[in-house]
């Protein structure tokens, strides 16, 4: 099935300061999913991105599907912004998403 | 905004016992989805549903689990004799609306402690 990979593993930053968060997927997808999990450990929608750009305030992303990735933009990041992005994309039949392993963010006022 | 819930948020068991957890997904969605997160880890699929059957099962749905559409609005899984191992929390989610059949939407979770 597919393999998902997200880099970083953690990030930490000052608040007001932007980053890219990158997943990688080993095989071509036809959904692909950004995910914030918040500090009560809820999984809030953020992005669904088969392909092309989207934006939604401060975040966007973007998913490039011929080259098997996909990138989350936050800017001017607040303290609330804090907690663990996940990705995830469809497995081999379509009926389950695999996630990657997340990237906790951490962000200090 | 419709959004799928989950019952109990919280449930202590003790090991070897059932536990059945609850979900009522978006109501019209067609697909529905069992996941954990063992704490610290990434979220793992467990079971997809769709017209009353199982449509796809990881090798972590074994013989001890099992799902359930008892009516037009809940679906349930349920643990039949919980080992520690199975501490987690369980996300229920549901898709399935025309050109975004495959958008899955998670519950709140529910925090399964076995003791």
């Known amino acids: 099935g597919i393999q998902v990979e997200q880099s970083p593993p953690d990030l930490i930053l000052q608040e007001g300061a932007n980053s890219t968060l990158r997943c990688n997927f080993s095989?071509?997808?036809?959904?692909l999913q950004w995910f914030h999990q918040n500090p009560w450990g809820q999984l809030i929608n953020l992005f669904y991105?088969?392909?092309g750009t989207k934006q939604n305030g401060r975040l966007s992303a973007t998913t490039v599907a011929t080259e098997r990735y996909s990138l989350l933009y936050i800017s001017s990041s607040q303290t609330t912004d804090s907690g663990v992005y996940f990705c995830a994309g469809p497995n081999q039949a379509g009926t389950a998403l695999i996630f990657g392993k997340g990237t906790t963010l951490s962000v200090s006022s | 905004e419709p959004e799928v819930t989950q019952t109990p948020s919280h449930q202590v068991t003790q090991m070897g016992q059932e536990v059945i957890l609850r979900c009522v997904p978006i109501s019209n969605h067609l697909y529905f989805y069992w996941y954990r997160q063992i704490l610290g880890q990434k979220v793992e699929f467990l079971v997809s549903?769709?017209?009353?059957?199982?449509?796809?099962k990881s090798e972590i749905f074994d013989d001890q689990f099992s799902v359930e559409r008892p009516d037009g609005s809940n679906f349930t899984l349920k643990i039949r004799s919980t080992k520690l191992e199975d501490s987690a929390m369980y996300f229920c989610a549901s898709s399935g609306v025309w050109e975004r059949l495959y958008e899955q939407y998670f519950g709140p979770g529910t925090r399964l402690t076995v003791t």
């Open positions: 549903f769709y017209n009353n059957e199982i449509s796809e």
């Open positions: 095989d071509s997808v036809n959904n």
């Open positions: 991105i088969p392909s």
